[in-house]
């Protein structure tokens, strides 16, 4: 390709289209997240108040090793939500879809599998 020709950076149109695909993610993002908070929140929904002083032991340590696991959850997830949310405004900025490292445009493919990304899979295996 032509590098005059060379698209440089995605029309109105294409961004109106990532944005729906990002603002999706970002609705399904937060109703996972508020998921998991609601989880971590709730008191034991097995009721095993009144088993055996033995179980209790364990249930205590098993109850803690999932908090834990929500926890990280929780923050991955509110890590995901930021970097969509970054993605919107770089769709404002219109400089969605351009990597970061090299300048160039990033496929529409790899933006609509990773739609936060702001690299291209030549930048990301260089890391």
Known sequence: MNVENEKTRYS???LKEFKEL???KLS???EELNSLATSL???????TDDTAGTYKTLEDGSATLEKEQINQLAARQKKFIEQLEAALVRIENKTYGICRETGKL???ERLRAVPHTTLTMEAKLKQ
């Open 12 to 14: 109105d149109a294409e």
């Open 22 to 24: 990002l603002l999706d």
């Open 28 to 30: 399904s993002a937060k």
């Open 41 to 47: 929140s709730s008191p034991n929904a097995n009721g």
């Open 106 to 108: 990033i496929p529409k």
